[in-house]
Structure formats: C-alpha cells, structure tokens
C-alpha cells in the first residue's frame, strides 16, 4: 500500500531516483527536486507527486519543464 505522506512519499521518491535530490517542504507544502547533473532547471518545484515527475521527466528528455 503506497503511503499518503508526502514526507514518506518524498523519502520513497529520492530513493527511487537516484539521480535526483527530492524532498518535502513542510512549510511549503511542496514537492522539491533538483537534479545531481548540470541542468538548465536548477530546482523544480510541485503541489503533488505526480506533477513533479512530470517535471522532473521533462528536465530529463529537454532540460527543461513543460508548463
């Protein structure tokens, strides 16, 4: 059963993307990412755990996100 933290959630993320930093902002409510690579994005942002895959997916194929 997947967890409905998100602190929990984000710790699974950065375990699952080893090539990504990932958090929670507990004050902020938000997802975080920033890639261990030179990247155009320096730091993305997200409300939920999809959205931010979806970013971080974009950062990966075009070194950019996709608003």
């Given amino acids: 059963m997947r967890s409905q933290d998100p602190l929990a959630r984000a710790i699974v ?3 699952d993307h080893p090539h990504w930093v990932i958090w929670w902002g507990s004050r ?3 997802f975080w990412a920033v890639p261990r690579w030179r ?10 755990e999809g959205t931010l895959l979806r ?13």
Avoid: K, P
């Fill in 39 to 48: 990247a155009v994005v320096q730091i993305i942002e997200a409300d939920d």
């Fill in 13 to 15: 993320l950065d375990h």
């Fill in 55 to 67: 970013h971080m997916r974009d950062v990966e194929a075009h070194g950019v996100v996709s608003r």
């Fill in 28 to 30: 902020t409510h938000r």
